[in-house]
């Protein structure tokens, strides 16, 4: 059974950055696309960035475009999402999740396994 674990989350000021990390225990991520989502008190969850198996497909929602970038070293079984110039309503719990179909899409129910989610805070 996979199990995931984001680390990273933290407060940061408008304009700051942070760099979110997914980790795998009971299989490899690299047999999996890797999608960050992330939901903020009161709102749906949204997707945010996803990667292919092989890193080559990524996609990202348009609010986060320009400023977010996701990627993955397969020899340390870990993707990341770099985040920069961060706003105030980037601020929500940051979730990864892996889908065995290698789809890389920012919809939520192709995901299978999800992660318990780490707090980003937006503020000054």
């Known amino acids: 059974q996979l199990q995931l674990v984001e680390y990273g989350g933290g407060l940061v000021q408008p304009g700051g950055s942070l760099r979110l990390s997914c980790d795998a225990s009971?299989?490899?991520?690299?047999?999996?696309?890797i999608g960050w989502f992330r939901q903020a008190p009161g709102k749906e969850r949204e997707g945010v960035s996803a990667?292919?198996?092989?890193?080559?497909?990524?996609n990202y929602a348009d609010s986060v475009k320009g400023r977010f970038t996701i990627s993955r070293d397969n020899a340390e079984h870990t993707v990341y999402l770099q985040m920069n110039n961060l706003k105030p309503e980037d601020t929500a719990v940051y979730y990864c999740?892996?889908?065995?179909?290698?789809?890389?899409?920012?919809?939520?129910?192709?995901?299978?396994?999800w992660g318990q989610g780490t707090q980003v805070t937006v503020s000054s």
């Open positions: 999740a892996a889908d065995n179909l290698d789809l890389a899409t920012l919809t939520s129910t192709i995901y299978e396994y």
């Open positions: 009971g299989s490899s991520l690299d047999y999996y696309a």
């Open positions: 990667i292919s198996t092989s890193g080559g497909s990524t």
